[in-house]
């Protein structure tokens, strides 16, 4: 049974024919459940489809994003904006048939999996990413999101044994949502801003013996999941991000499977979140396990204090988790 690591946290309470022929065709929206809301669903798609319609003209060169800001609530326009432009996104399909889902008692609805395609330039992953629209029962869009795939959304919900509790994971699993897109718009603004200034980020690395080697390496016989962990400063990792990892490549695809979700004992507020996290860029990709402690003391700006990623399991098959950490909370 490996030793539990005792990290200490502290925290204040803080093909060029199909892409014309789609540019110029007006996408067709039929949104799935929400009869009892007649109204909001022709508001909604009334709006989604003229703001498709605009994103396949800018494709073609003749659109103008500018002419649908006022369908947005300003951070959501500048999300959508960022992703559109970045990623010469456009519709992949003629017409979608989306999940609409209510929302904070019908405060707000997200239009799930609308599904489009984009520029990977060099990168090798999927080119079709799906988006999730969040509206205010006004009609304007308040949240535009990148889906998390492979997730049985419902299934993850349903691990709630209350209604609060379903409530958080939702708004974790939001966040995420959230998460993923600003990689791929390179957002370091919402980044920089969600990872706590204290916040305690380690990098994991595979000690390996290299093949070819002089005779000076021919004694050493590392097991193959020998992990090394390294510590870095927020300020160290977001500088990698930005120097590195965002001037870099092109494009980034950041994916999130087989997500975990665990609550603090003690401390209500304090989220474990692991997960196996995929990266691919046109000049490097991984694969290993994410860990993340959040703090969602103020739901609408959760705080990240802890990230860690590691290719490889320990040697005994675990990984890092929420009970490595002794977290203490100092009162005001």
Avoid at 183 to 190: D, L, W
Avoid at 249 to 257: E, I, K, P, S
Avoid at 259 to 283: A, R
Wanted: with cysteine.
């Amino acid at each position: 049974m490996r030793t539990p690591l005792r990290f200490k946290t502290a925290f204040l309470s803080t093909v060029l024919v199909f892409c014309t022929s789609i540019s110029q065709i007006k996408p067709t929206i039929t949104i799935i459940a929400g009869d009892n809301e007649p109204v909001l669903k022709r508001r909604f798609t009334a709006v989604l489809e003229t703001v498709l319609l605009e994103m396949n003209r800018l494709k073609k060169g003749t659109g103008n994003l500018e002419s649908i800001q006022g369908y947005f609530e300003p951070p959501a326009f500048q999300v959508f904006r960022d992703f559109v432009i970045k990623n010469q996104a456009y519709t992949a399909g003629k017409s979608f048939a989306p999940q609409m889902v209510q929302r904070q008692g019908g405060a707000f609805y997200d239009i799930r999996s609308i599904r489009v395609k984009v520029n990977l330039g060099d990168t090798e992953a999927s080119d079709i990413h799906s988006l999730v629209f969040s509206f205010s029962r006004e009609g304007r869009i308040v949240s535009v999101r990148a889906a998390l795939q492979n997730l049985d959304y419902d299934a993850v919900l349903a691990r709630g044994t209350s209604l609060q509790d379903s409530l958080t994971l939702r708004r974790i699993l939001d966040f995420l949502e959230q998460f993923r897109i600003a990689y791929n718009t390179k957002n370091f603004g919402f980044l920089e801003q969600v990872y706590s200034d204290d916040a305690l980020i380690i990098v994991g690395t595979v000690l390996q013996k290299k093949e070819g080697n002089d005779d000076f390496m021919r004694g050493t016989f590392l097991p193959r999941a020998k992990v090394k962990l390294i510590q870095l400063t927020k300020q160290q990792y977001m500088e990698g991000l930005r120097n590195r990892a965002f001037k870099s490549n092109a494009f980034l695809n950041v994916r999130f499977d087989d997500i975990q979700i665990v609550q603090h004992e003690k401390i209500p507020f304090i989220y474990g979140i692991s997960c196996q996290q995929e990266w691919k860029s046109s000049s490097y990709s991984d694969h290993g396990y994410l860990f993340l402690m959040m703090d969602f003391r103020n739901e609408a700006e959760p705080v990240i204090h802890v990230r860690t990623w590691q290719p490889q399991p320990f040697e005994d098959g675990t990984y890092v988790s929420l009970y490595d950490f002794d977290v203490v909370q100092y009162k005001q």
